[in-house]
Nanobody, 126 residues
Framework: VQLQASGGGLVQAGGSLRLSCQAS????????MGWFRQAPGKEREFVAA????????YYADSVKGRATISRDNAKNTVYLQMNSLKPEDTAVYYC????????????????????WGQGTQVTVSS
């Protein structure tokens, strides 16, 4: 599967962005989808993930309450709505896919994901 992330940009602190990740292929509904981010000089970190049907969602503590992950399987797209953005949210955001289901302990592990998008830059100014 190929992933194309979009929706990043420059936003002031307190603002919002919605990131999108468009996937190719006819089996999108069988993939666990995740969002990760990487700031300059830092390790890639987990942001959020969502199971096949969208019922199961997972969030990093750093974004819990400010982020919402969702998916539209008919459109082969996963979204990440980010609100109340902070300068520390500045990073390149990547979407990732794992075929089938990941347990809750595994969704934050980037090494478990099979496919990655190219990333979209989010910059939050103070």
């Amino acid at each position: 599967v190929q992933l194309q992330a979009s929706g990043g940009g420059l936003v002031q602190a307190g603002g919002s962005l919605r990131l999108s990740c468009q996937a190719s292929g006819r089996t999108f509904g069988t993939y666990t989808m995740g969002w990760f981010r990487q700031a300059p000089g830092k390790e890639r970190e987990f942001v959020a993930a969502i199971g096949w049907g969208g019922e199961n969602t997972y969030y990093a503590d750093s974004v819990k309450g400010r982020a919402t992950i969702s998916r539209d399987n008919a459109k082969n797209t996963v979204y990440l709505q980010m609100n109340s953005l902070k300068p520390e949210d500045t990073a390149v955001y990547y979407c990732a896919a794992y075929r089938f289901s990941l347990g809750s302990n595994s969704v934050p592990d980037a090494s478990r994901y099979d496919y990655w998008g190219q990333g979209t830059q989010v910059t939050v100014s103070s």
